[in-house]
């Protein structure tokens, strides 16, 4: 099993810059993909950015140039800054962790923090 622990969030006005981090522990492997998805009320959870083990970056088109994930191999935390907030972003803002075997893939929540956007 594999923990996940966020941190960061909260309420930012227009044009503000928060940075939130994820935390993992327990039966870690090297081999994984972590990301950040948000979910908004009334809205389908989308992903906003993720990160390989290997160091590849995917950006949803919403947030290129704007935010930026990240990847502390020492402290097996990965995180997202982000900058530029717009109201849009505001969202519940949710960490995973995608590991793999020789056969299966497992995937990994954390458990959700608030991104509020607003004046």
């Known amino acids: 099993q594999v923990q996940l622990v966020e941190s960061g969030g909260g309420l930012v006005q227009p044009g503000g810059s928060l940075s939130l981090s994820c935390a993992a522990s327990?039966?870690?492997?090297?081999?994984?993909?972590m990301g950040w998805y948000r979910q908004a009320p009334g809205k389908q959870r989308e992903l906003v950015a993720a990160?390989?083990?290997?160091?590849?970056?995917r950006y949803a088109d919403s947030v290129k140039g704007r935010f930026t994930i990240s990847f502390d191999n020492a402290k097996n935390t990965v995180y997202l800054q982000m900058n530029s907030l717009k109201p849009e972003d505001t969202a519940v803002y949710y960490c995973k962790r995608r590991e793999y075997t020789e056969r299966n893939e497992y995937d990994y929540w954390g458990q959700g923090t608030q991104v509020s956007v607003s004046s």
């Open positions: 327990g039966s870690i492997r090297s081999i994984h993909v």
């Open positions: 990160i390989t083990s290997g160091g590849s970056t």
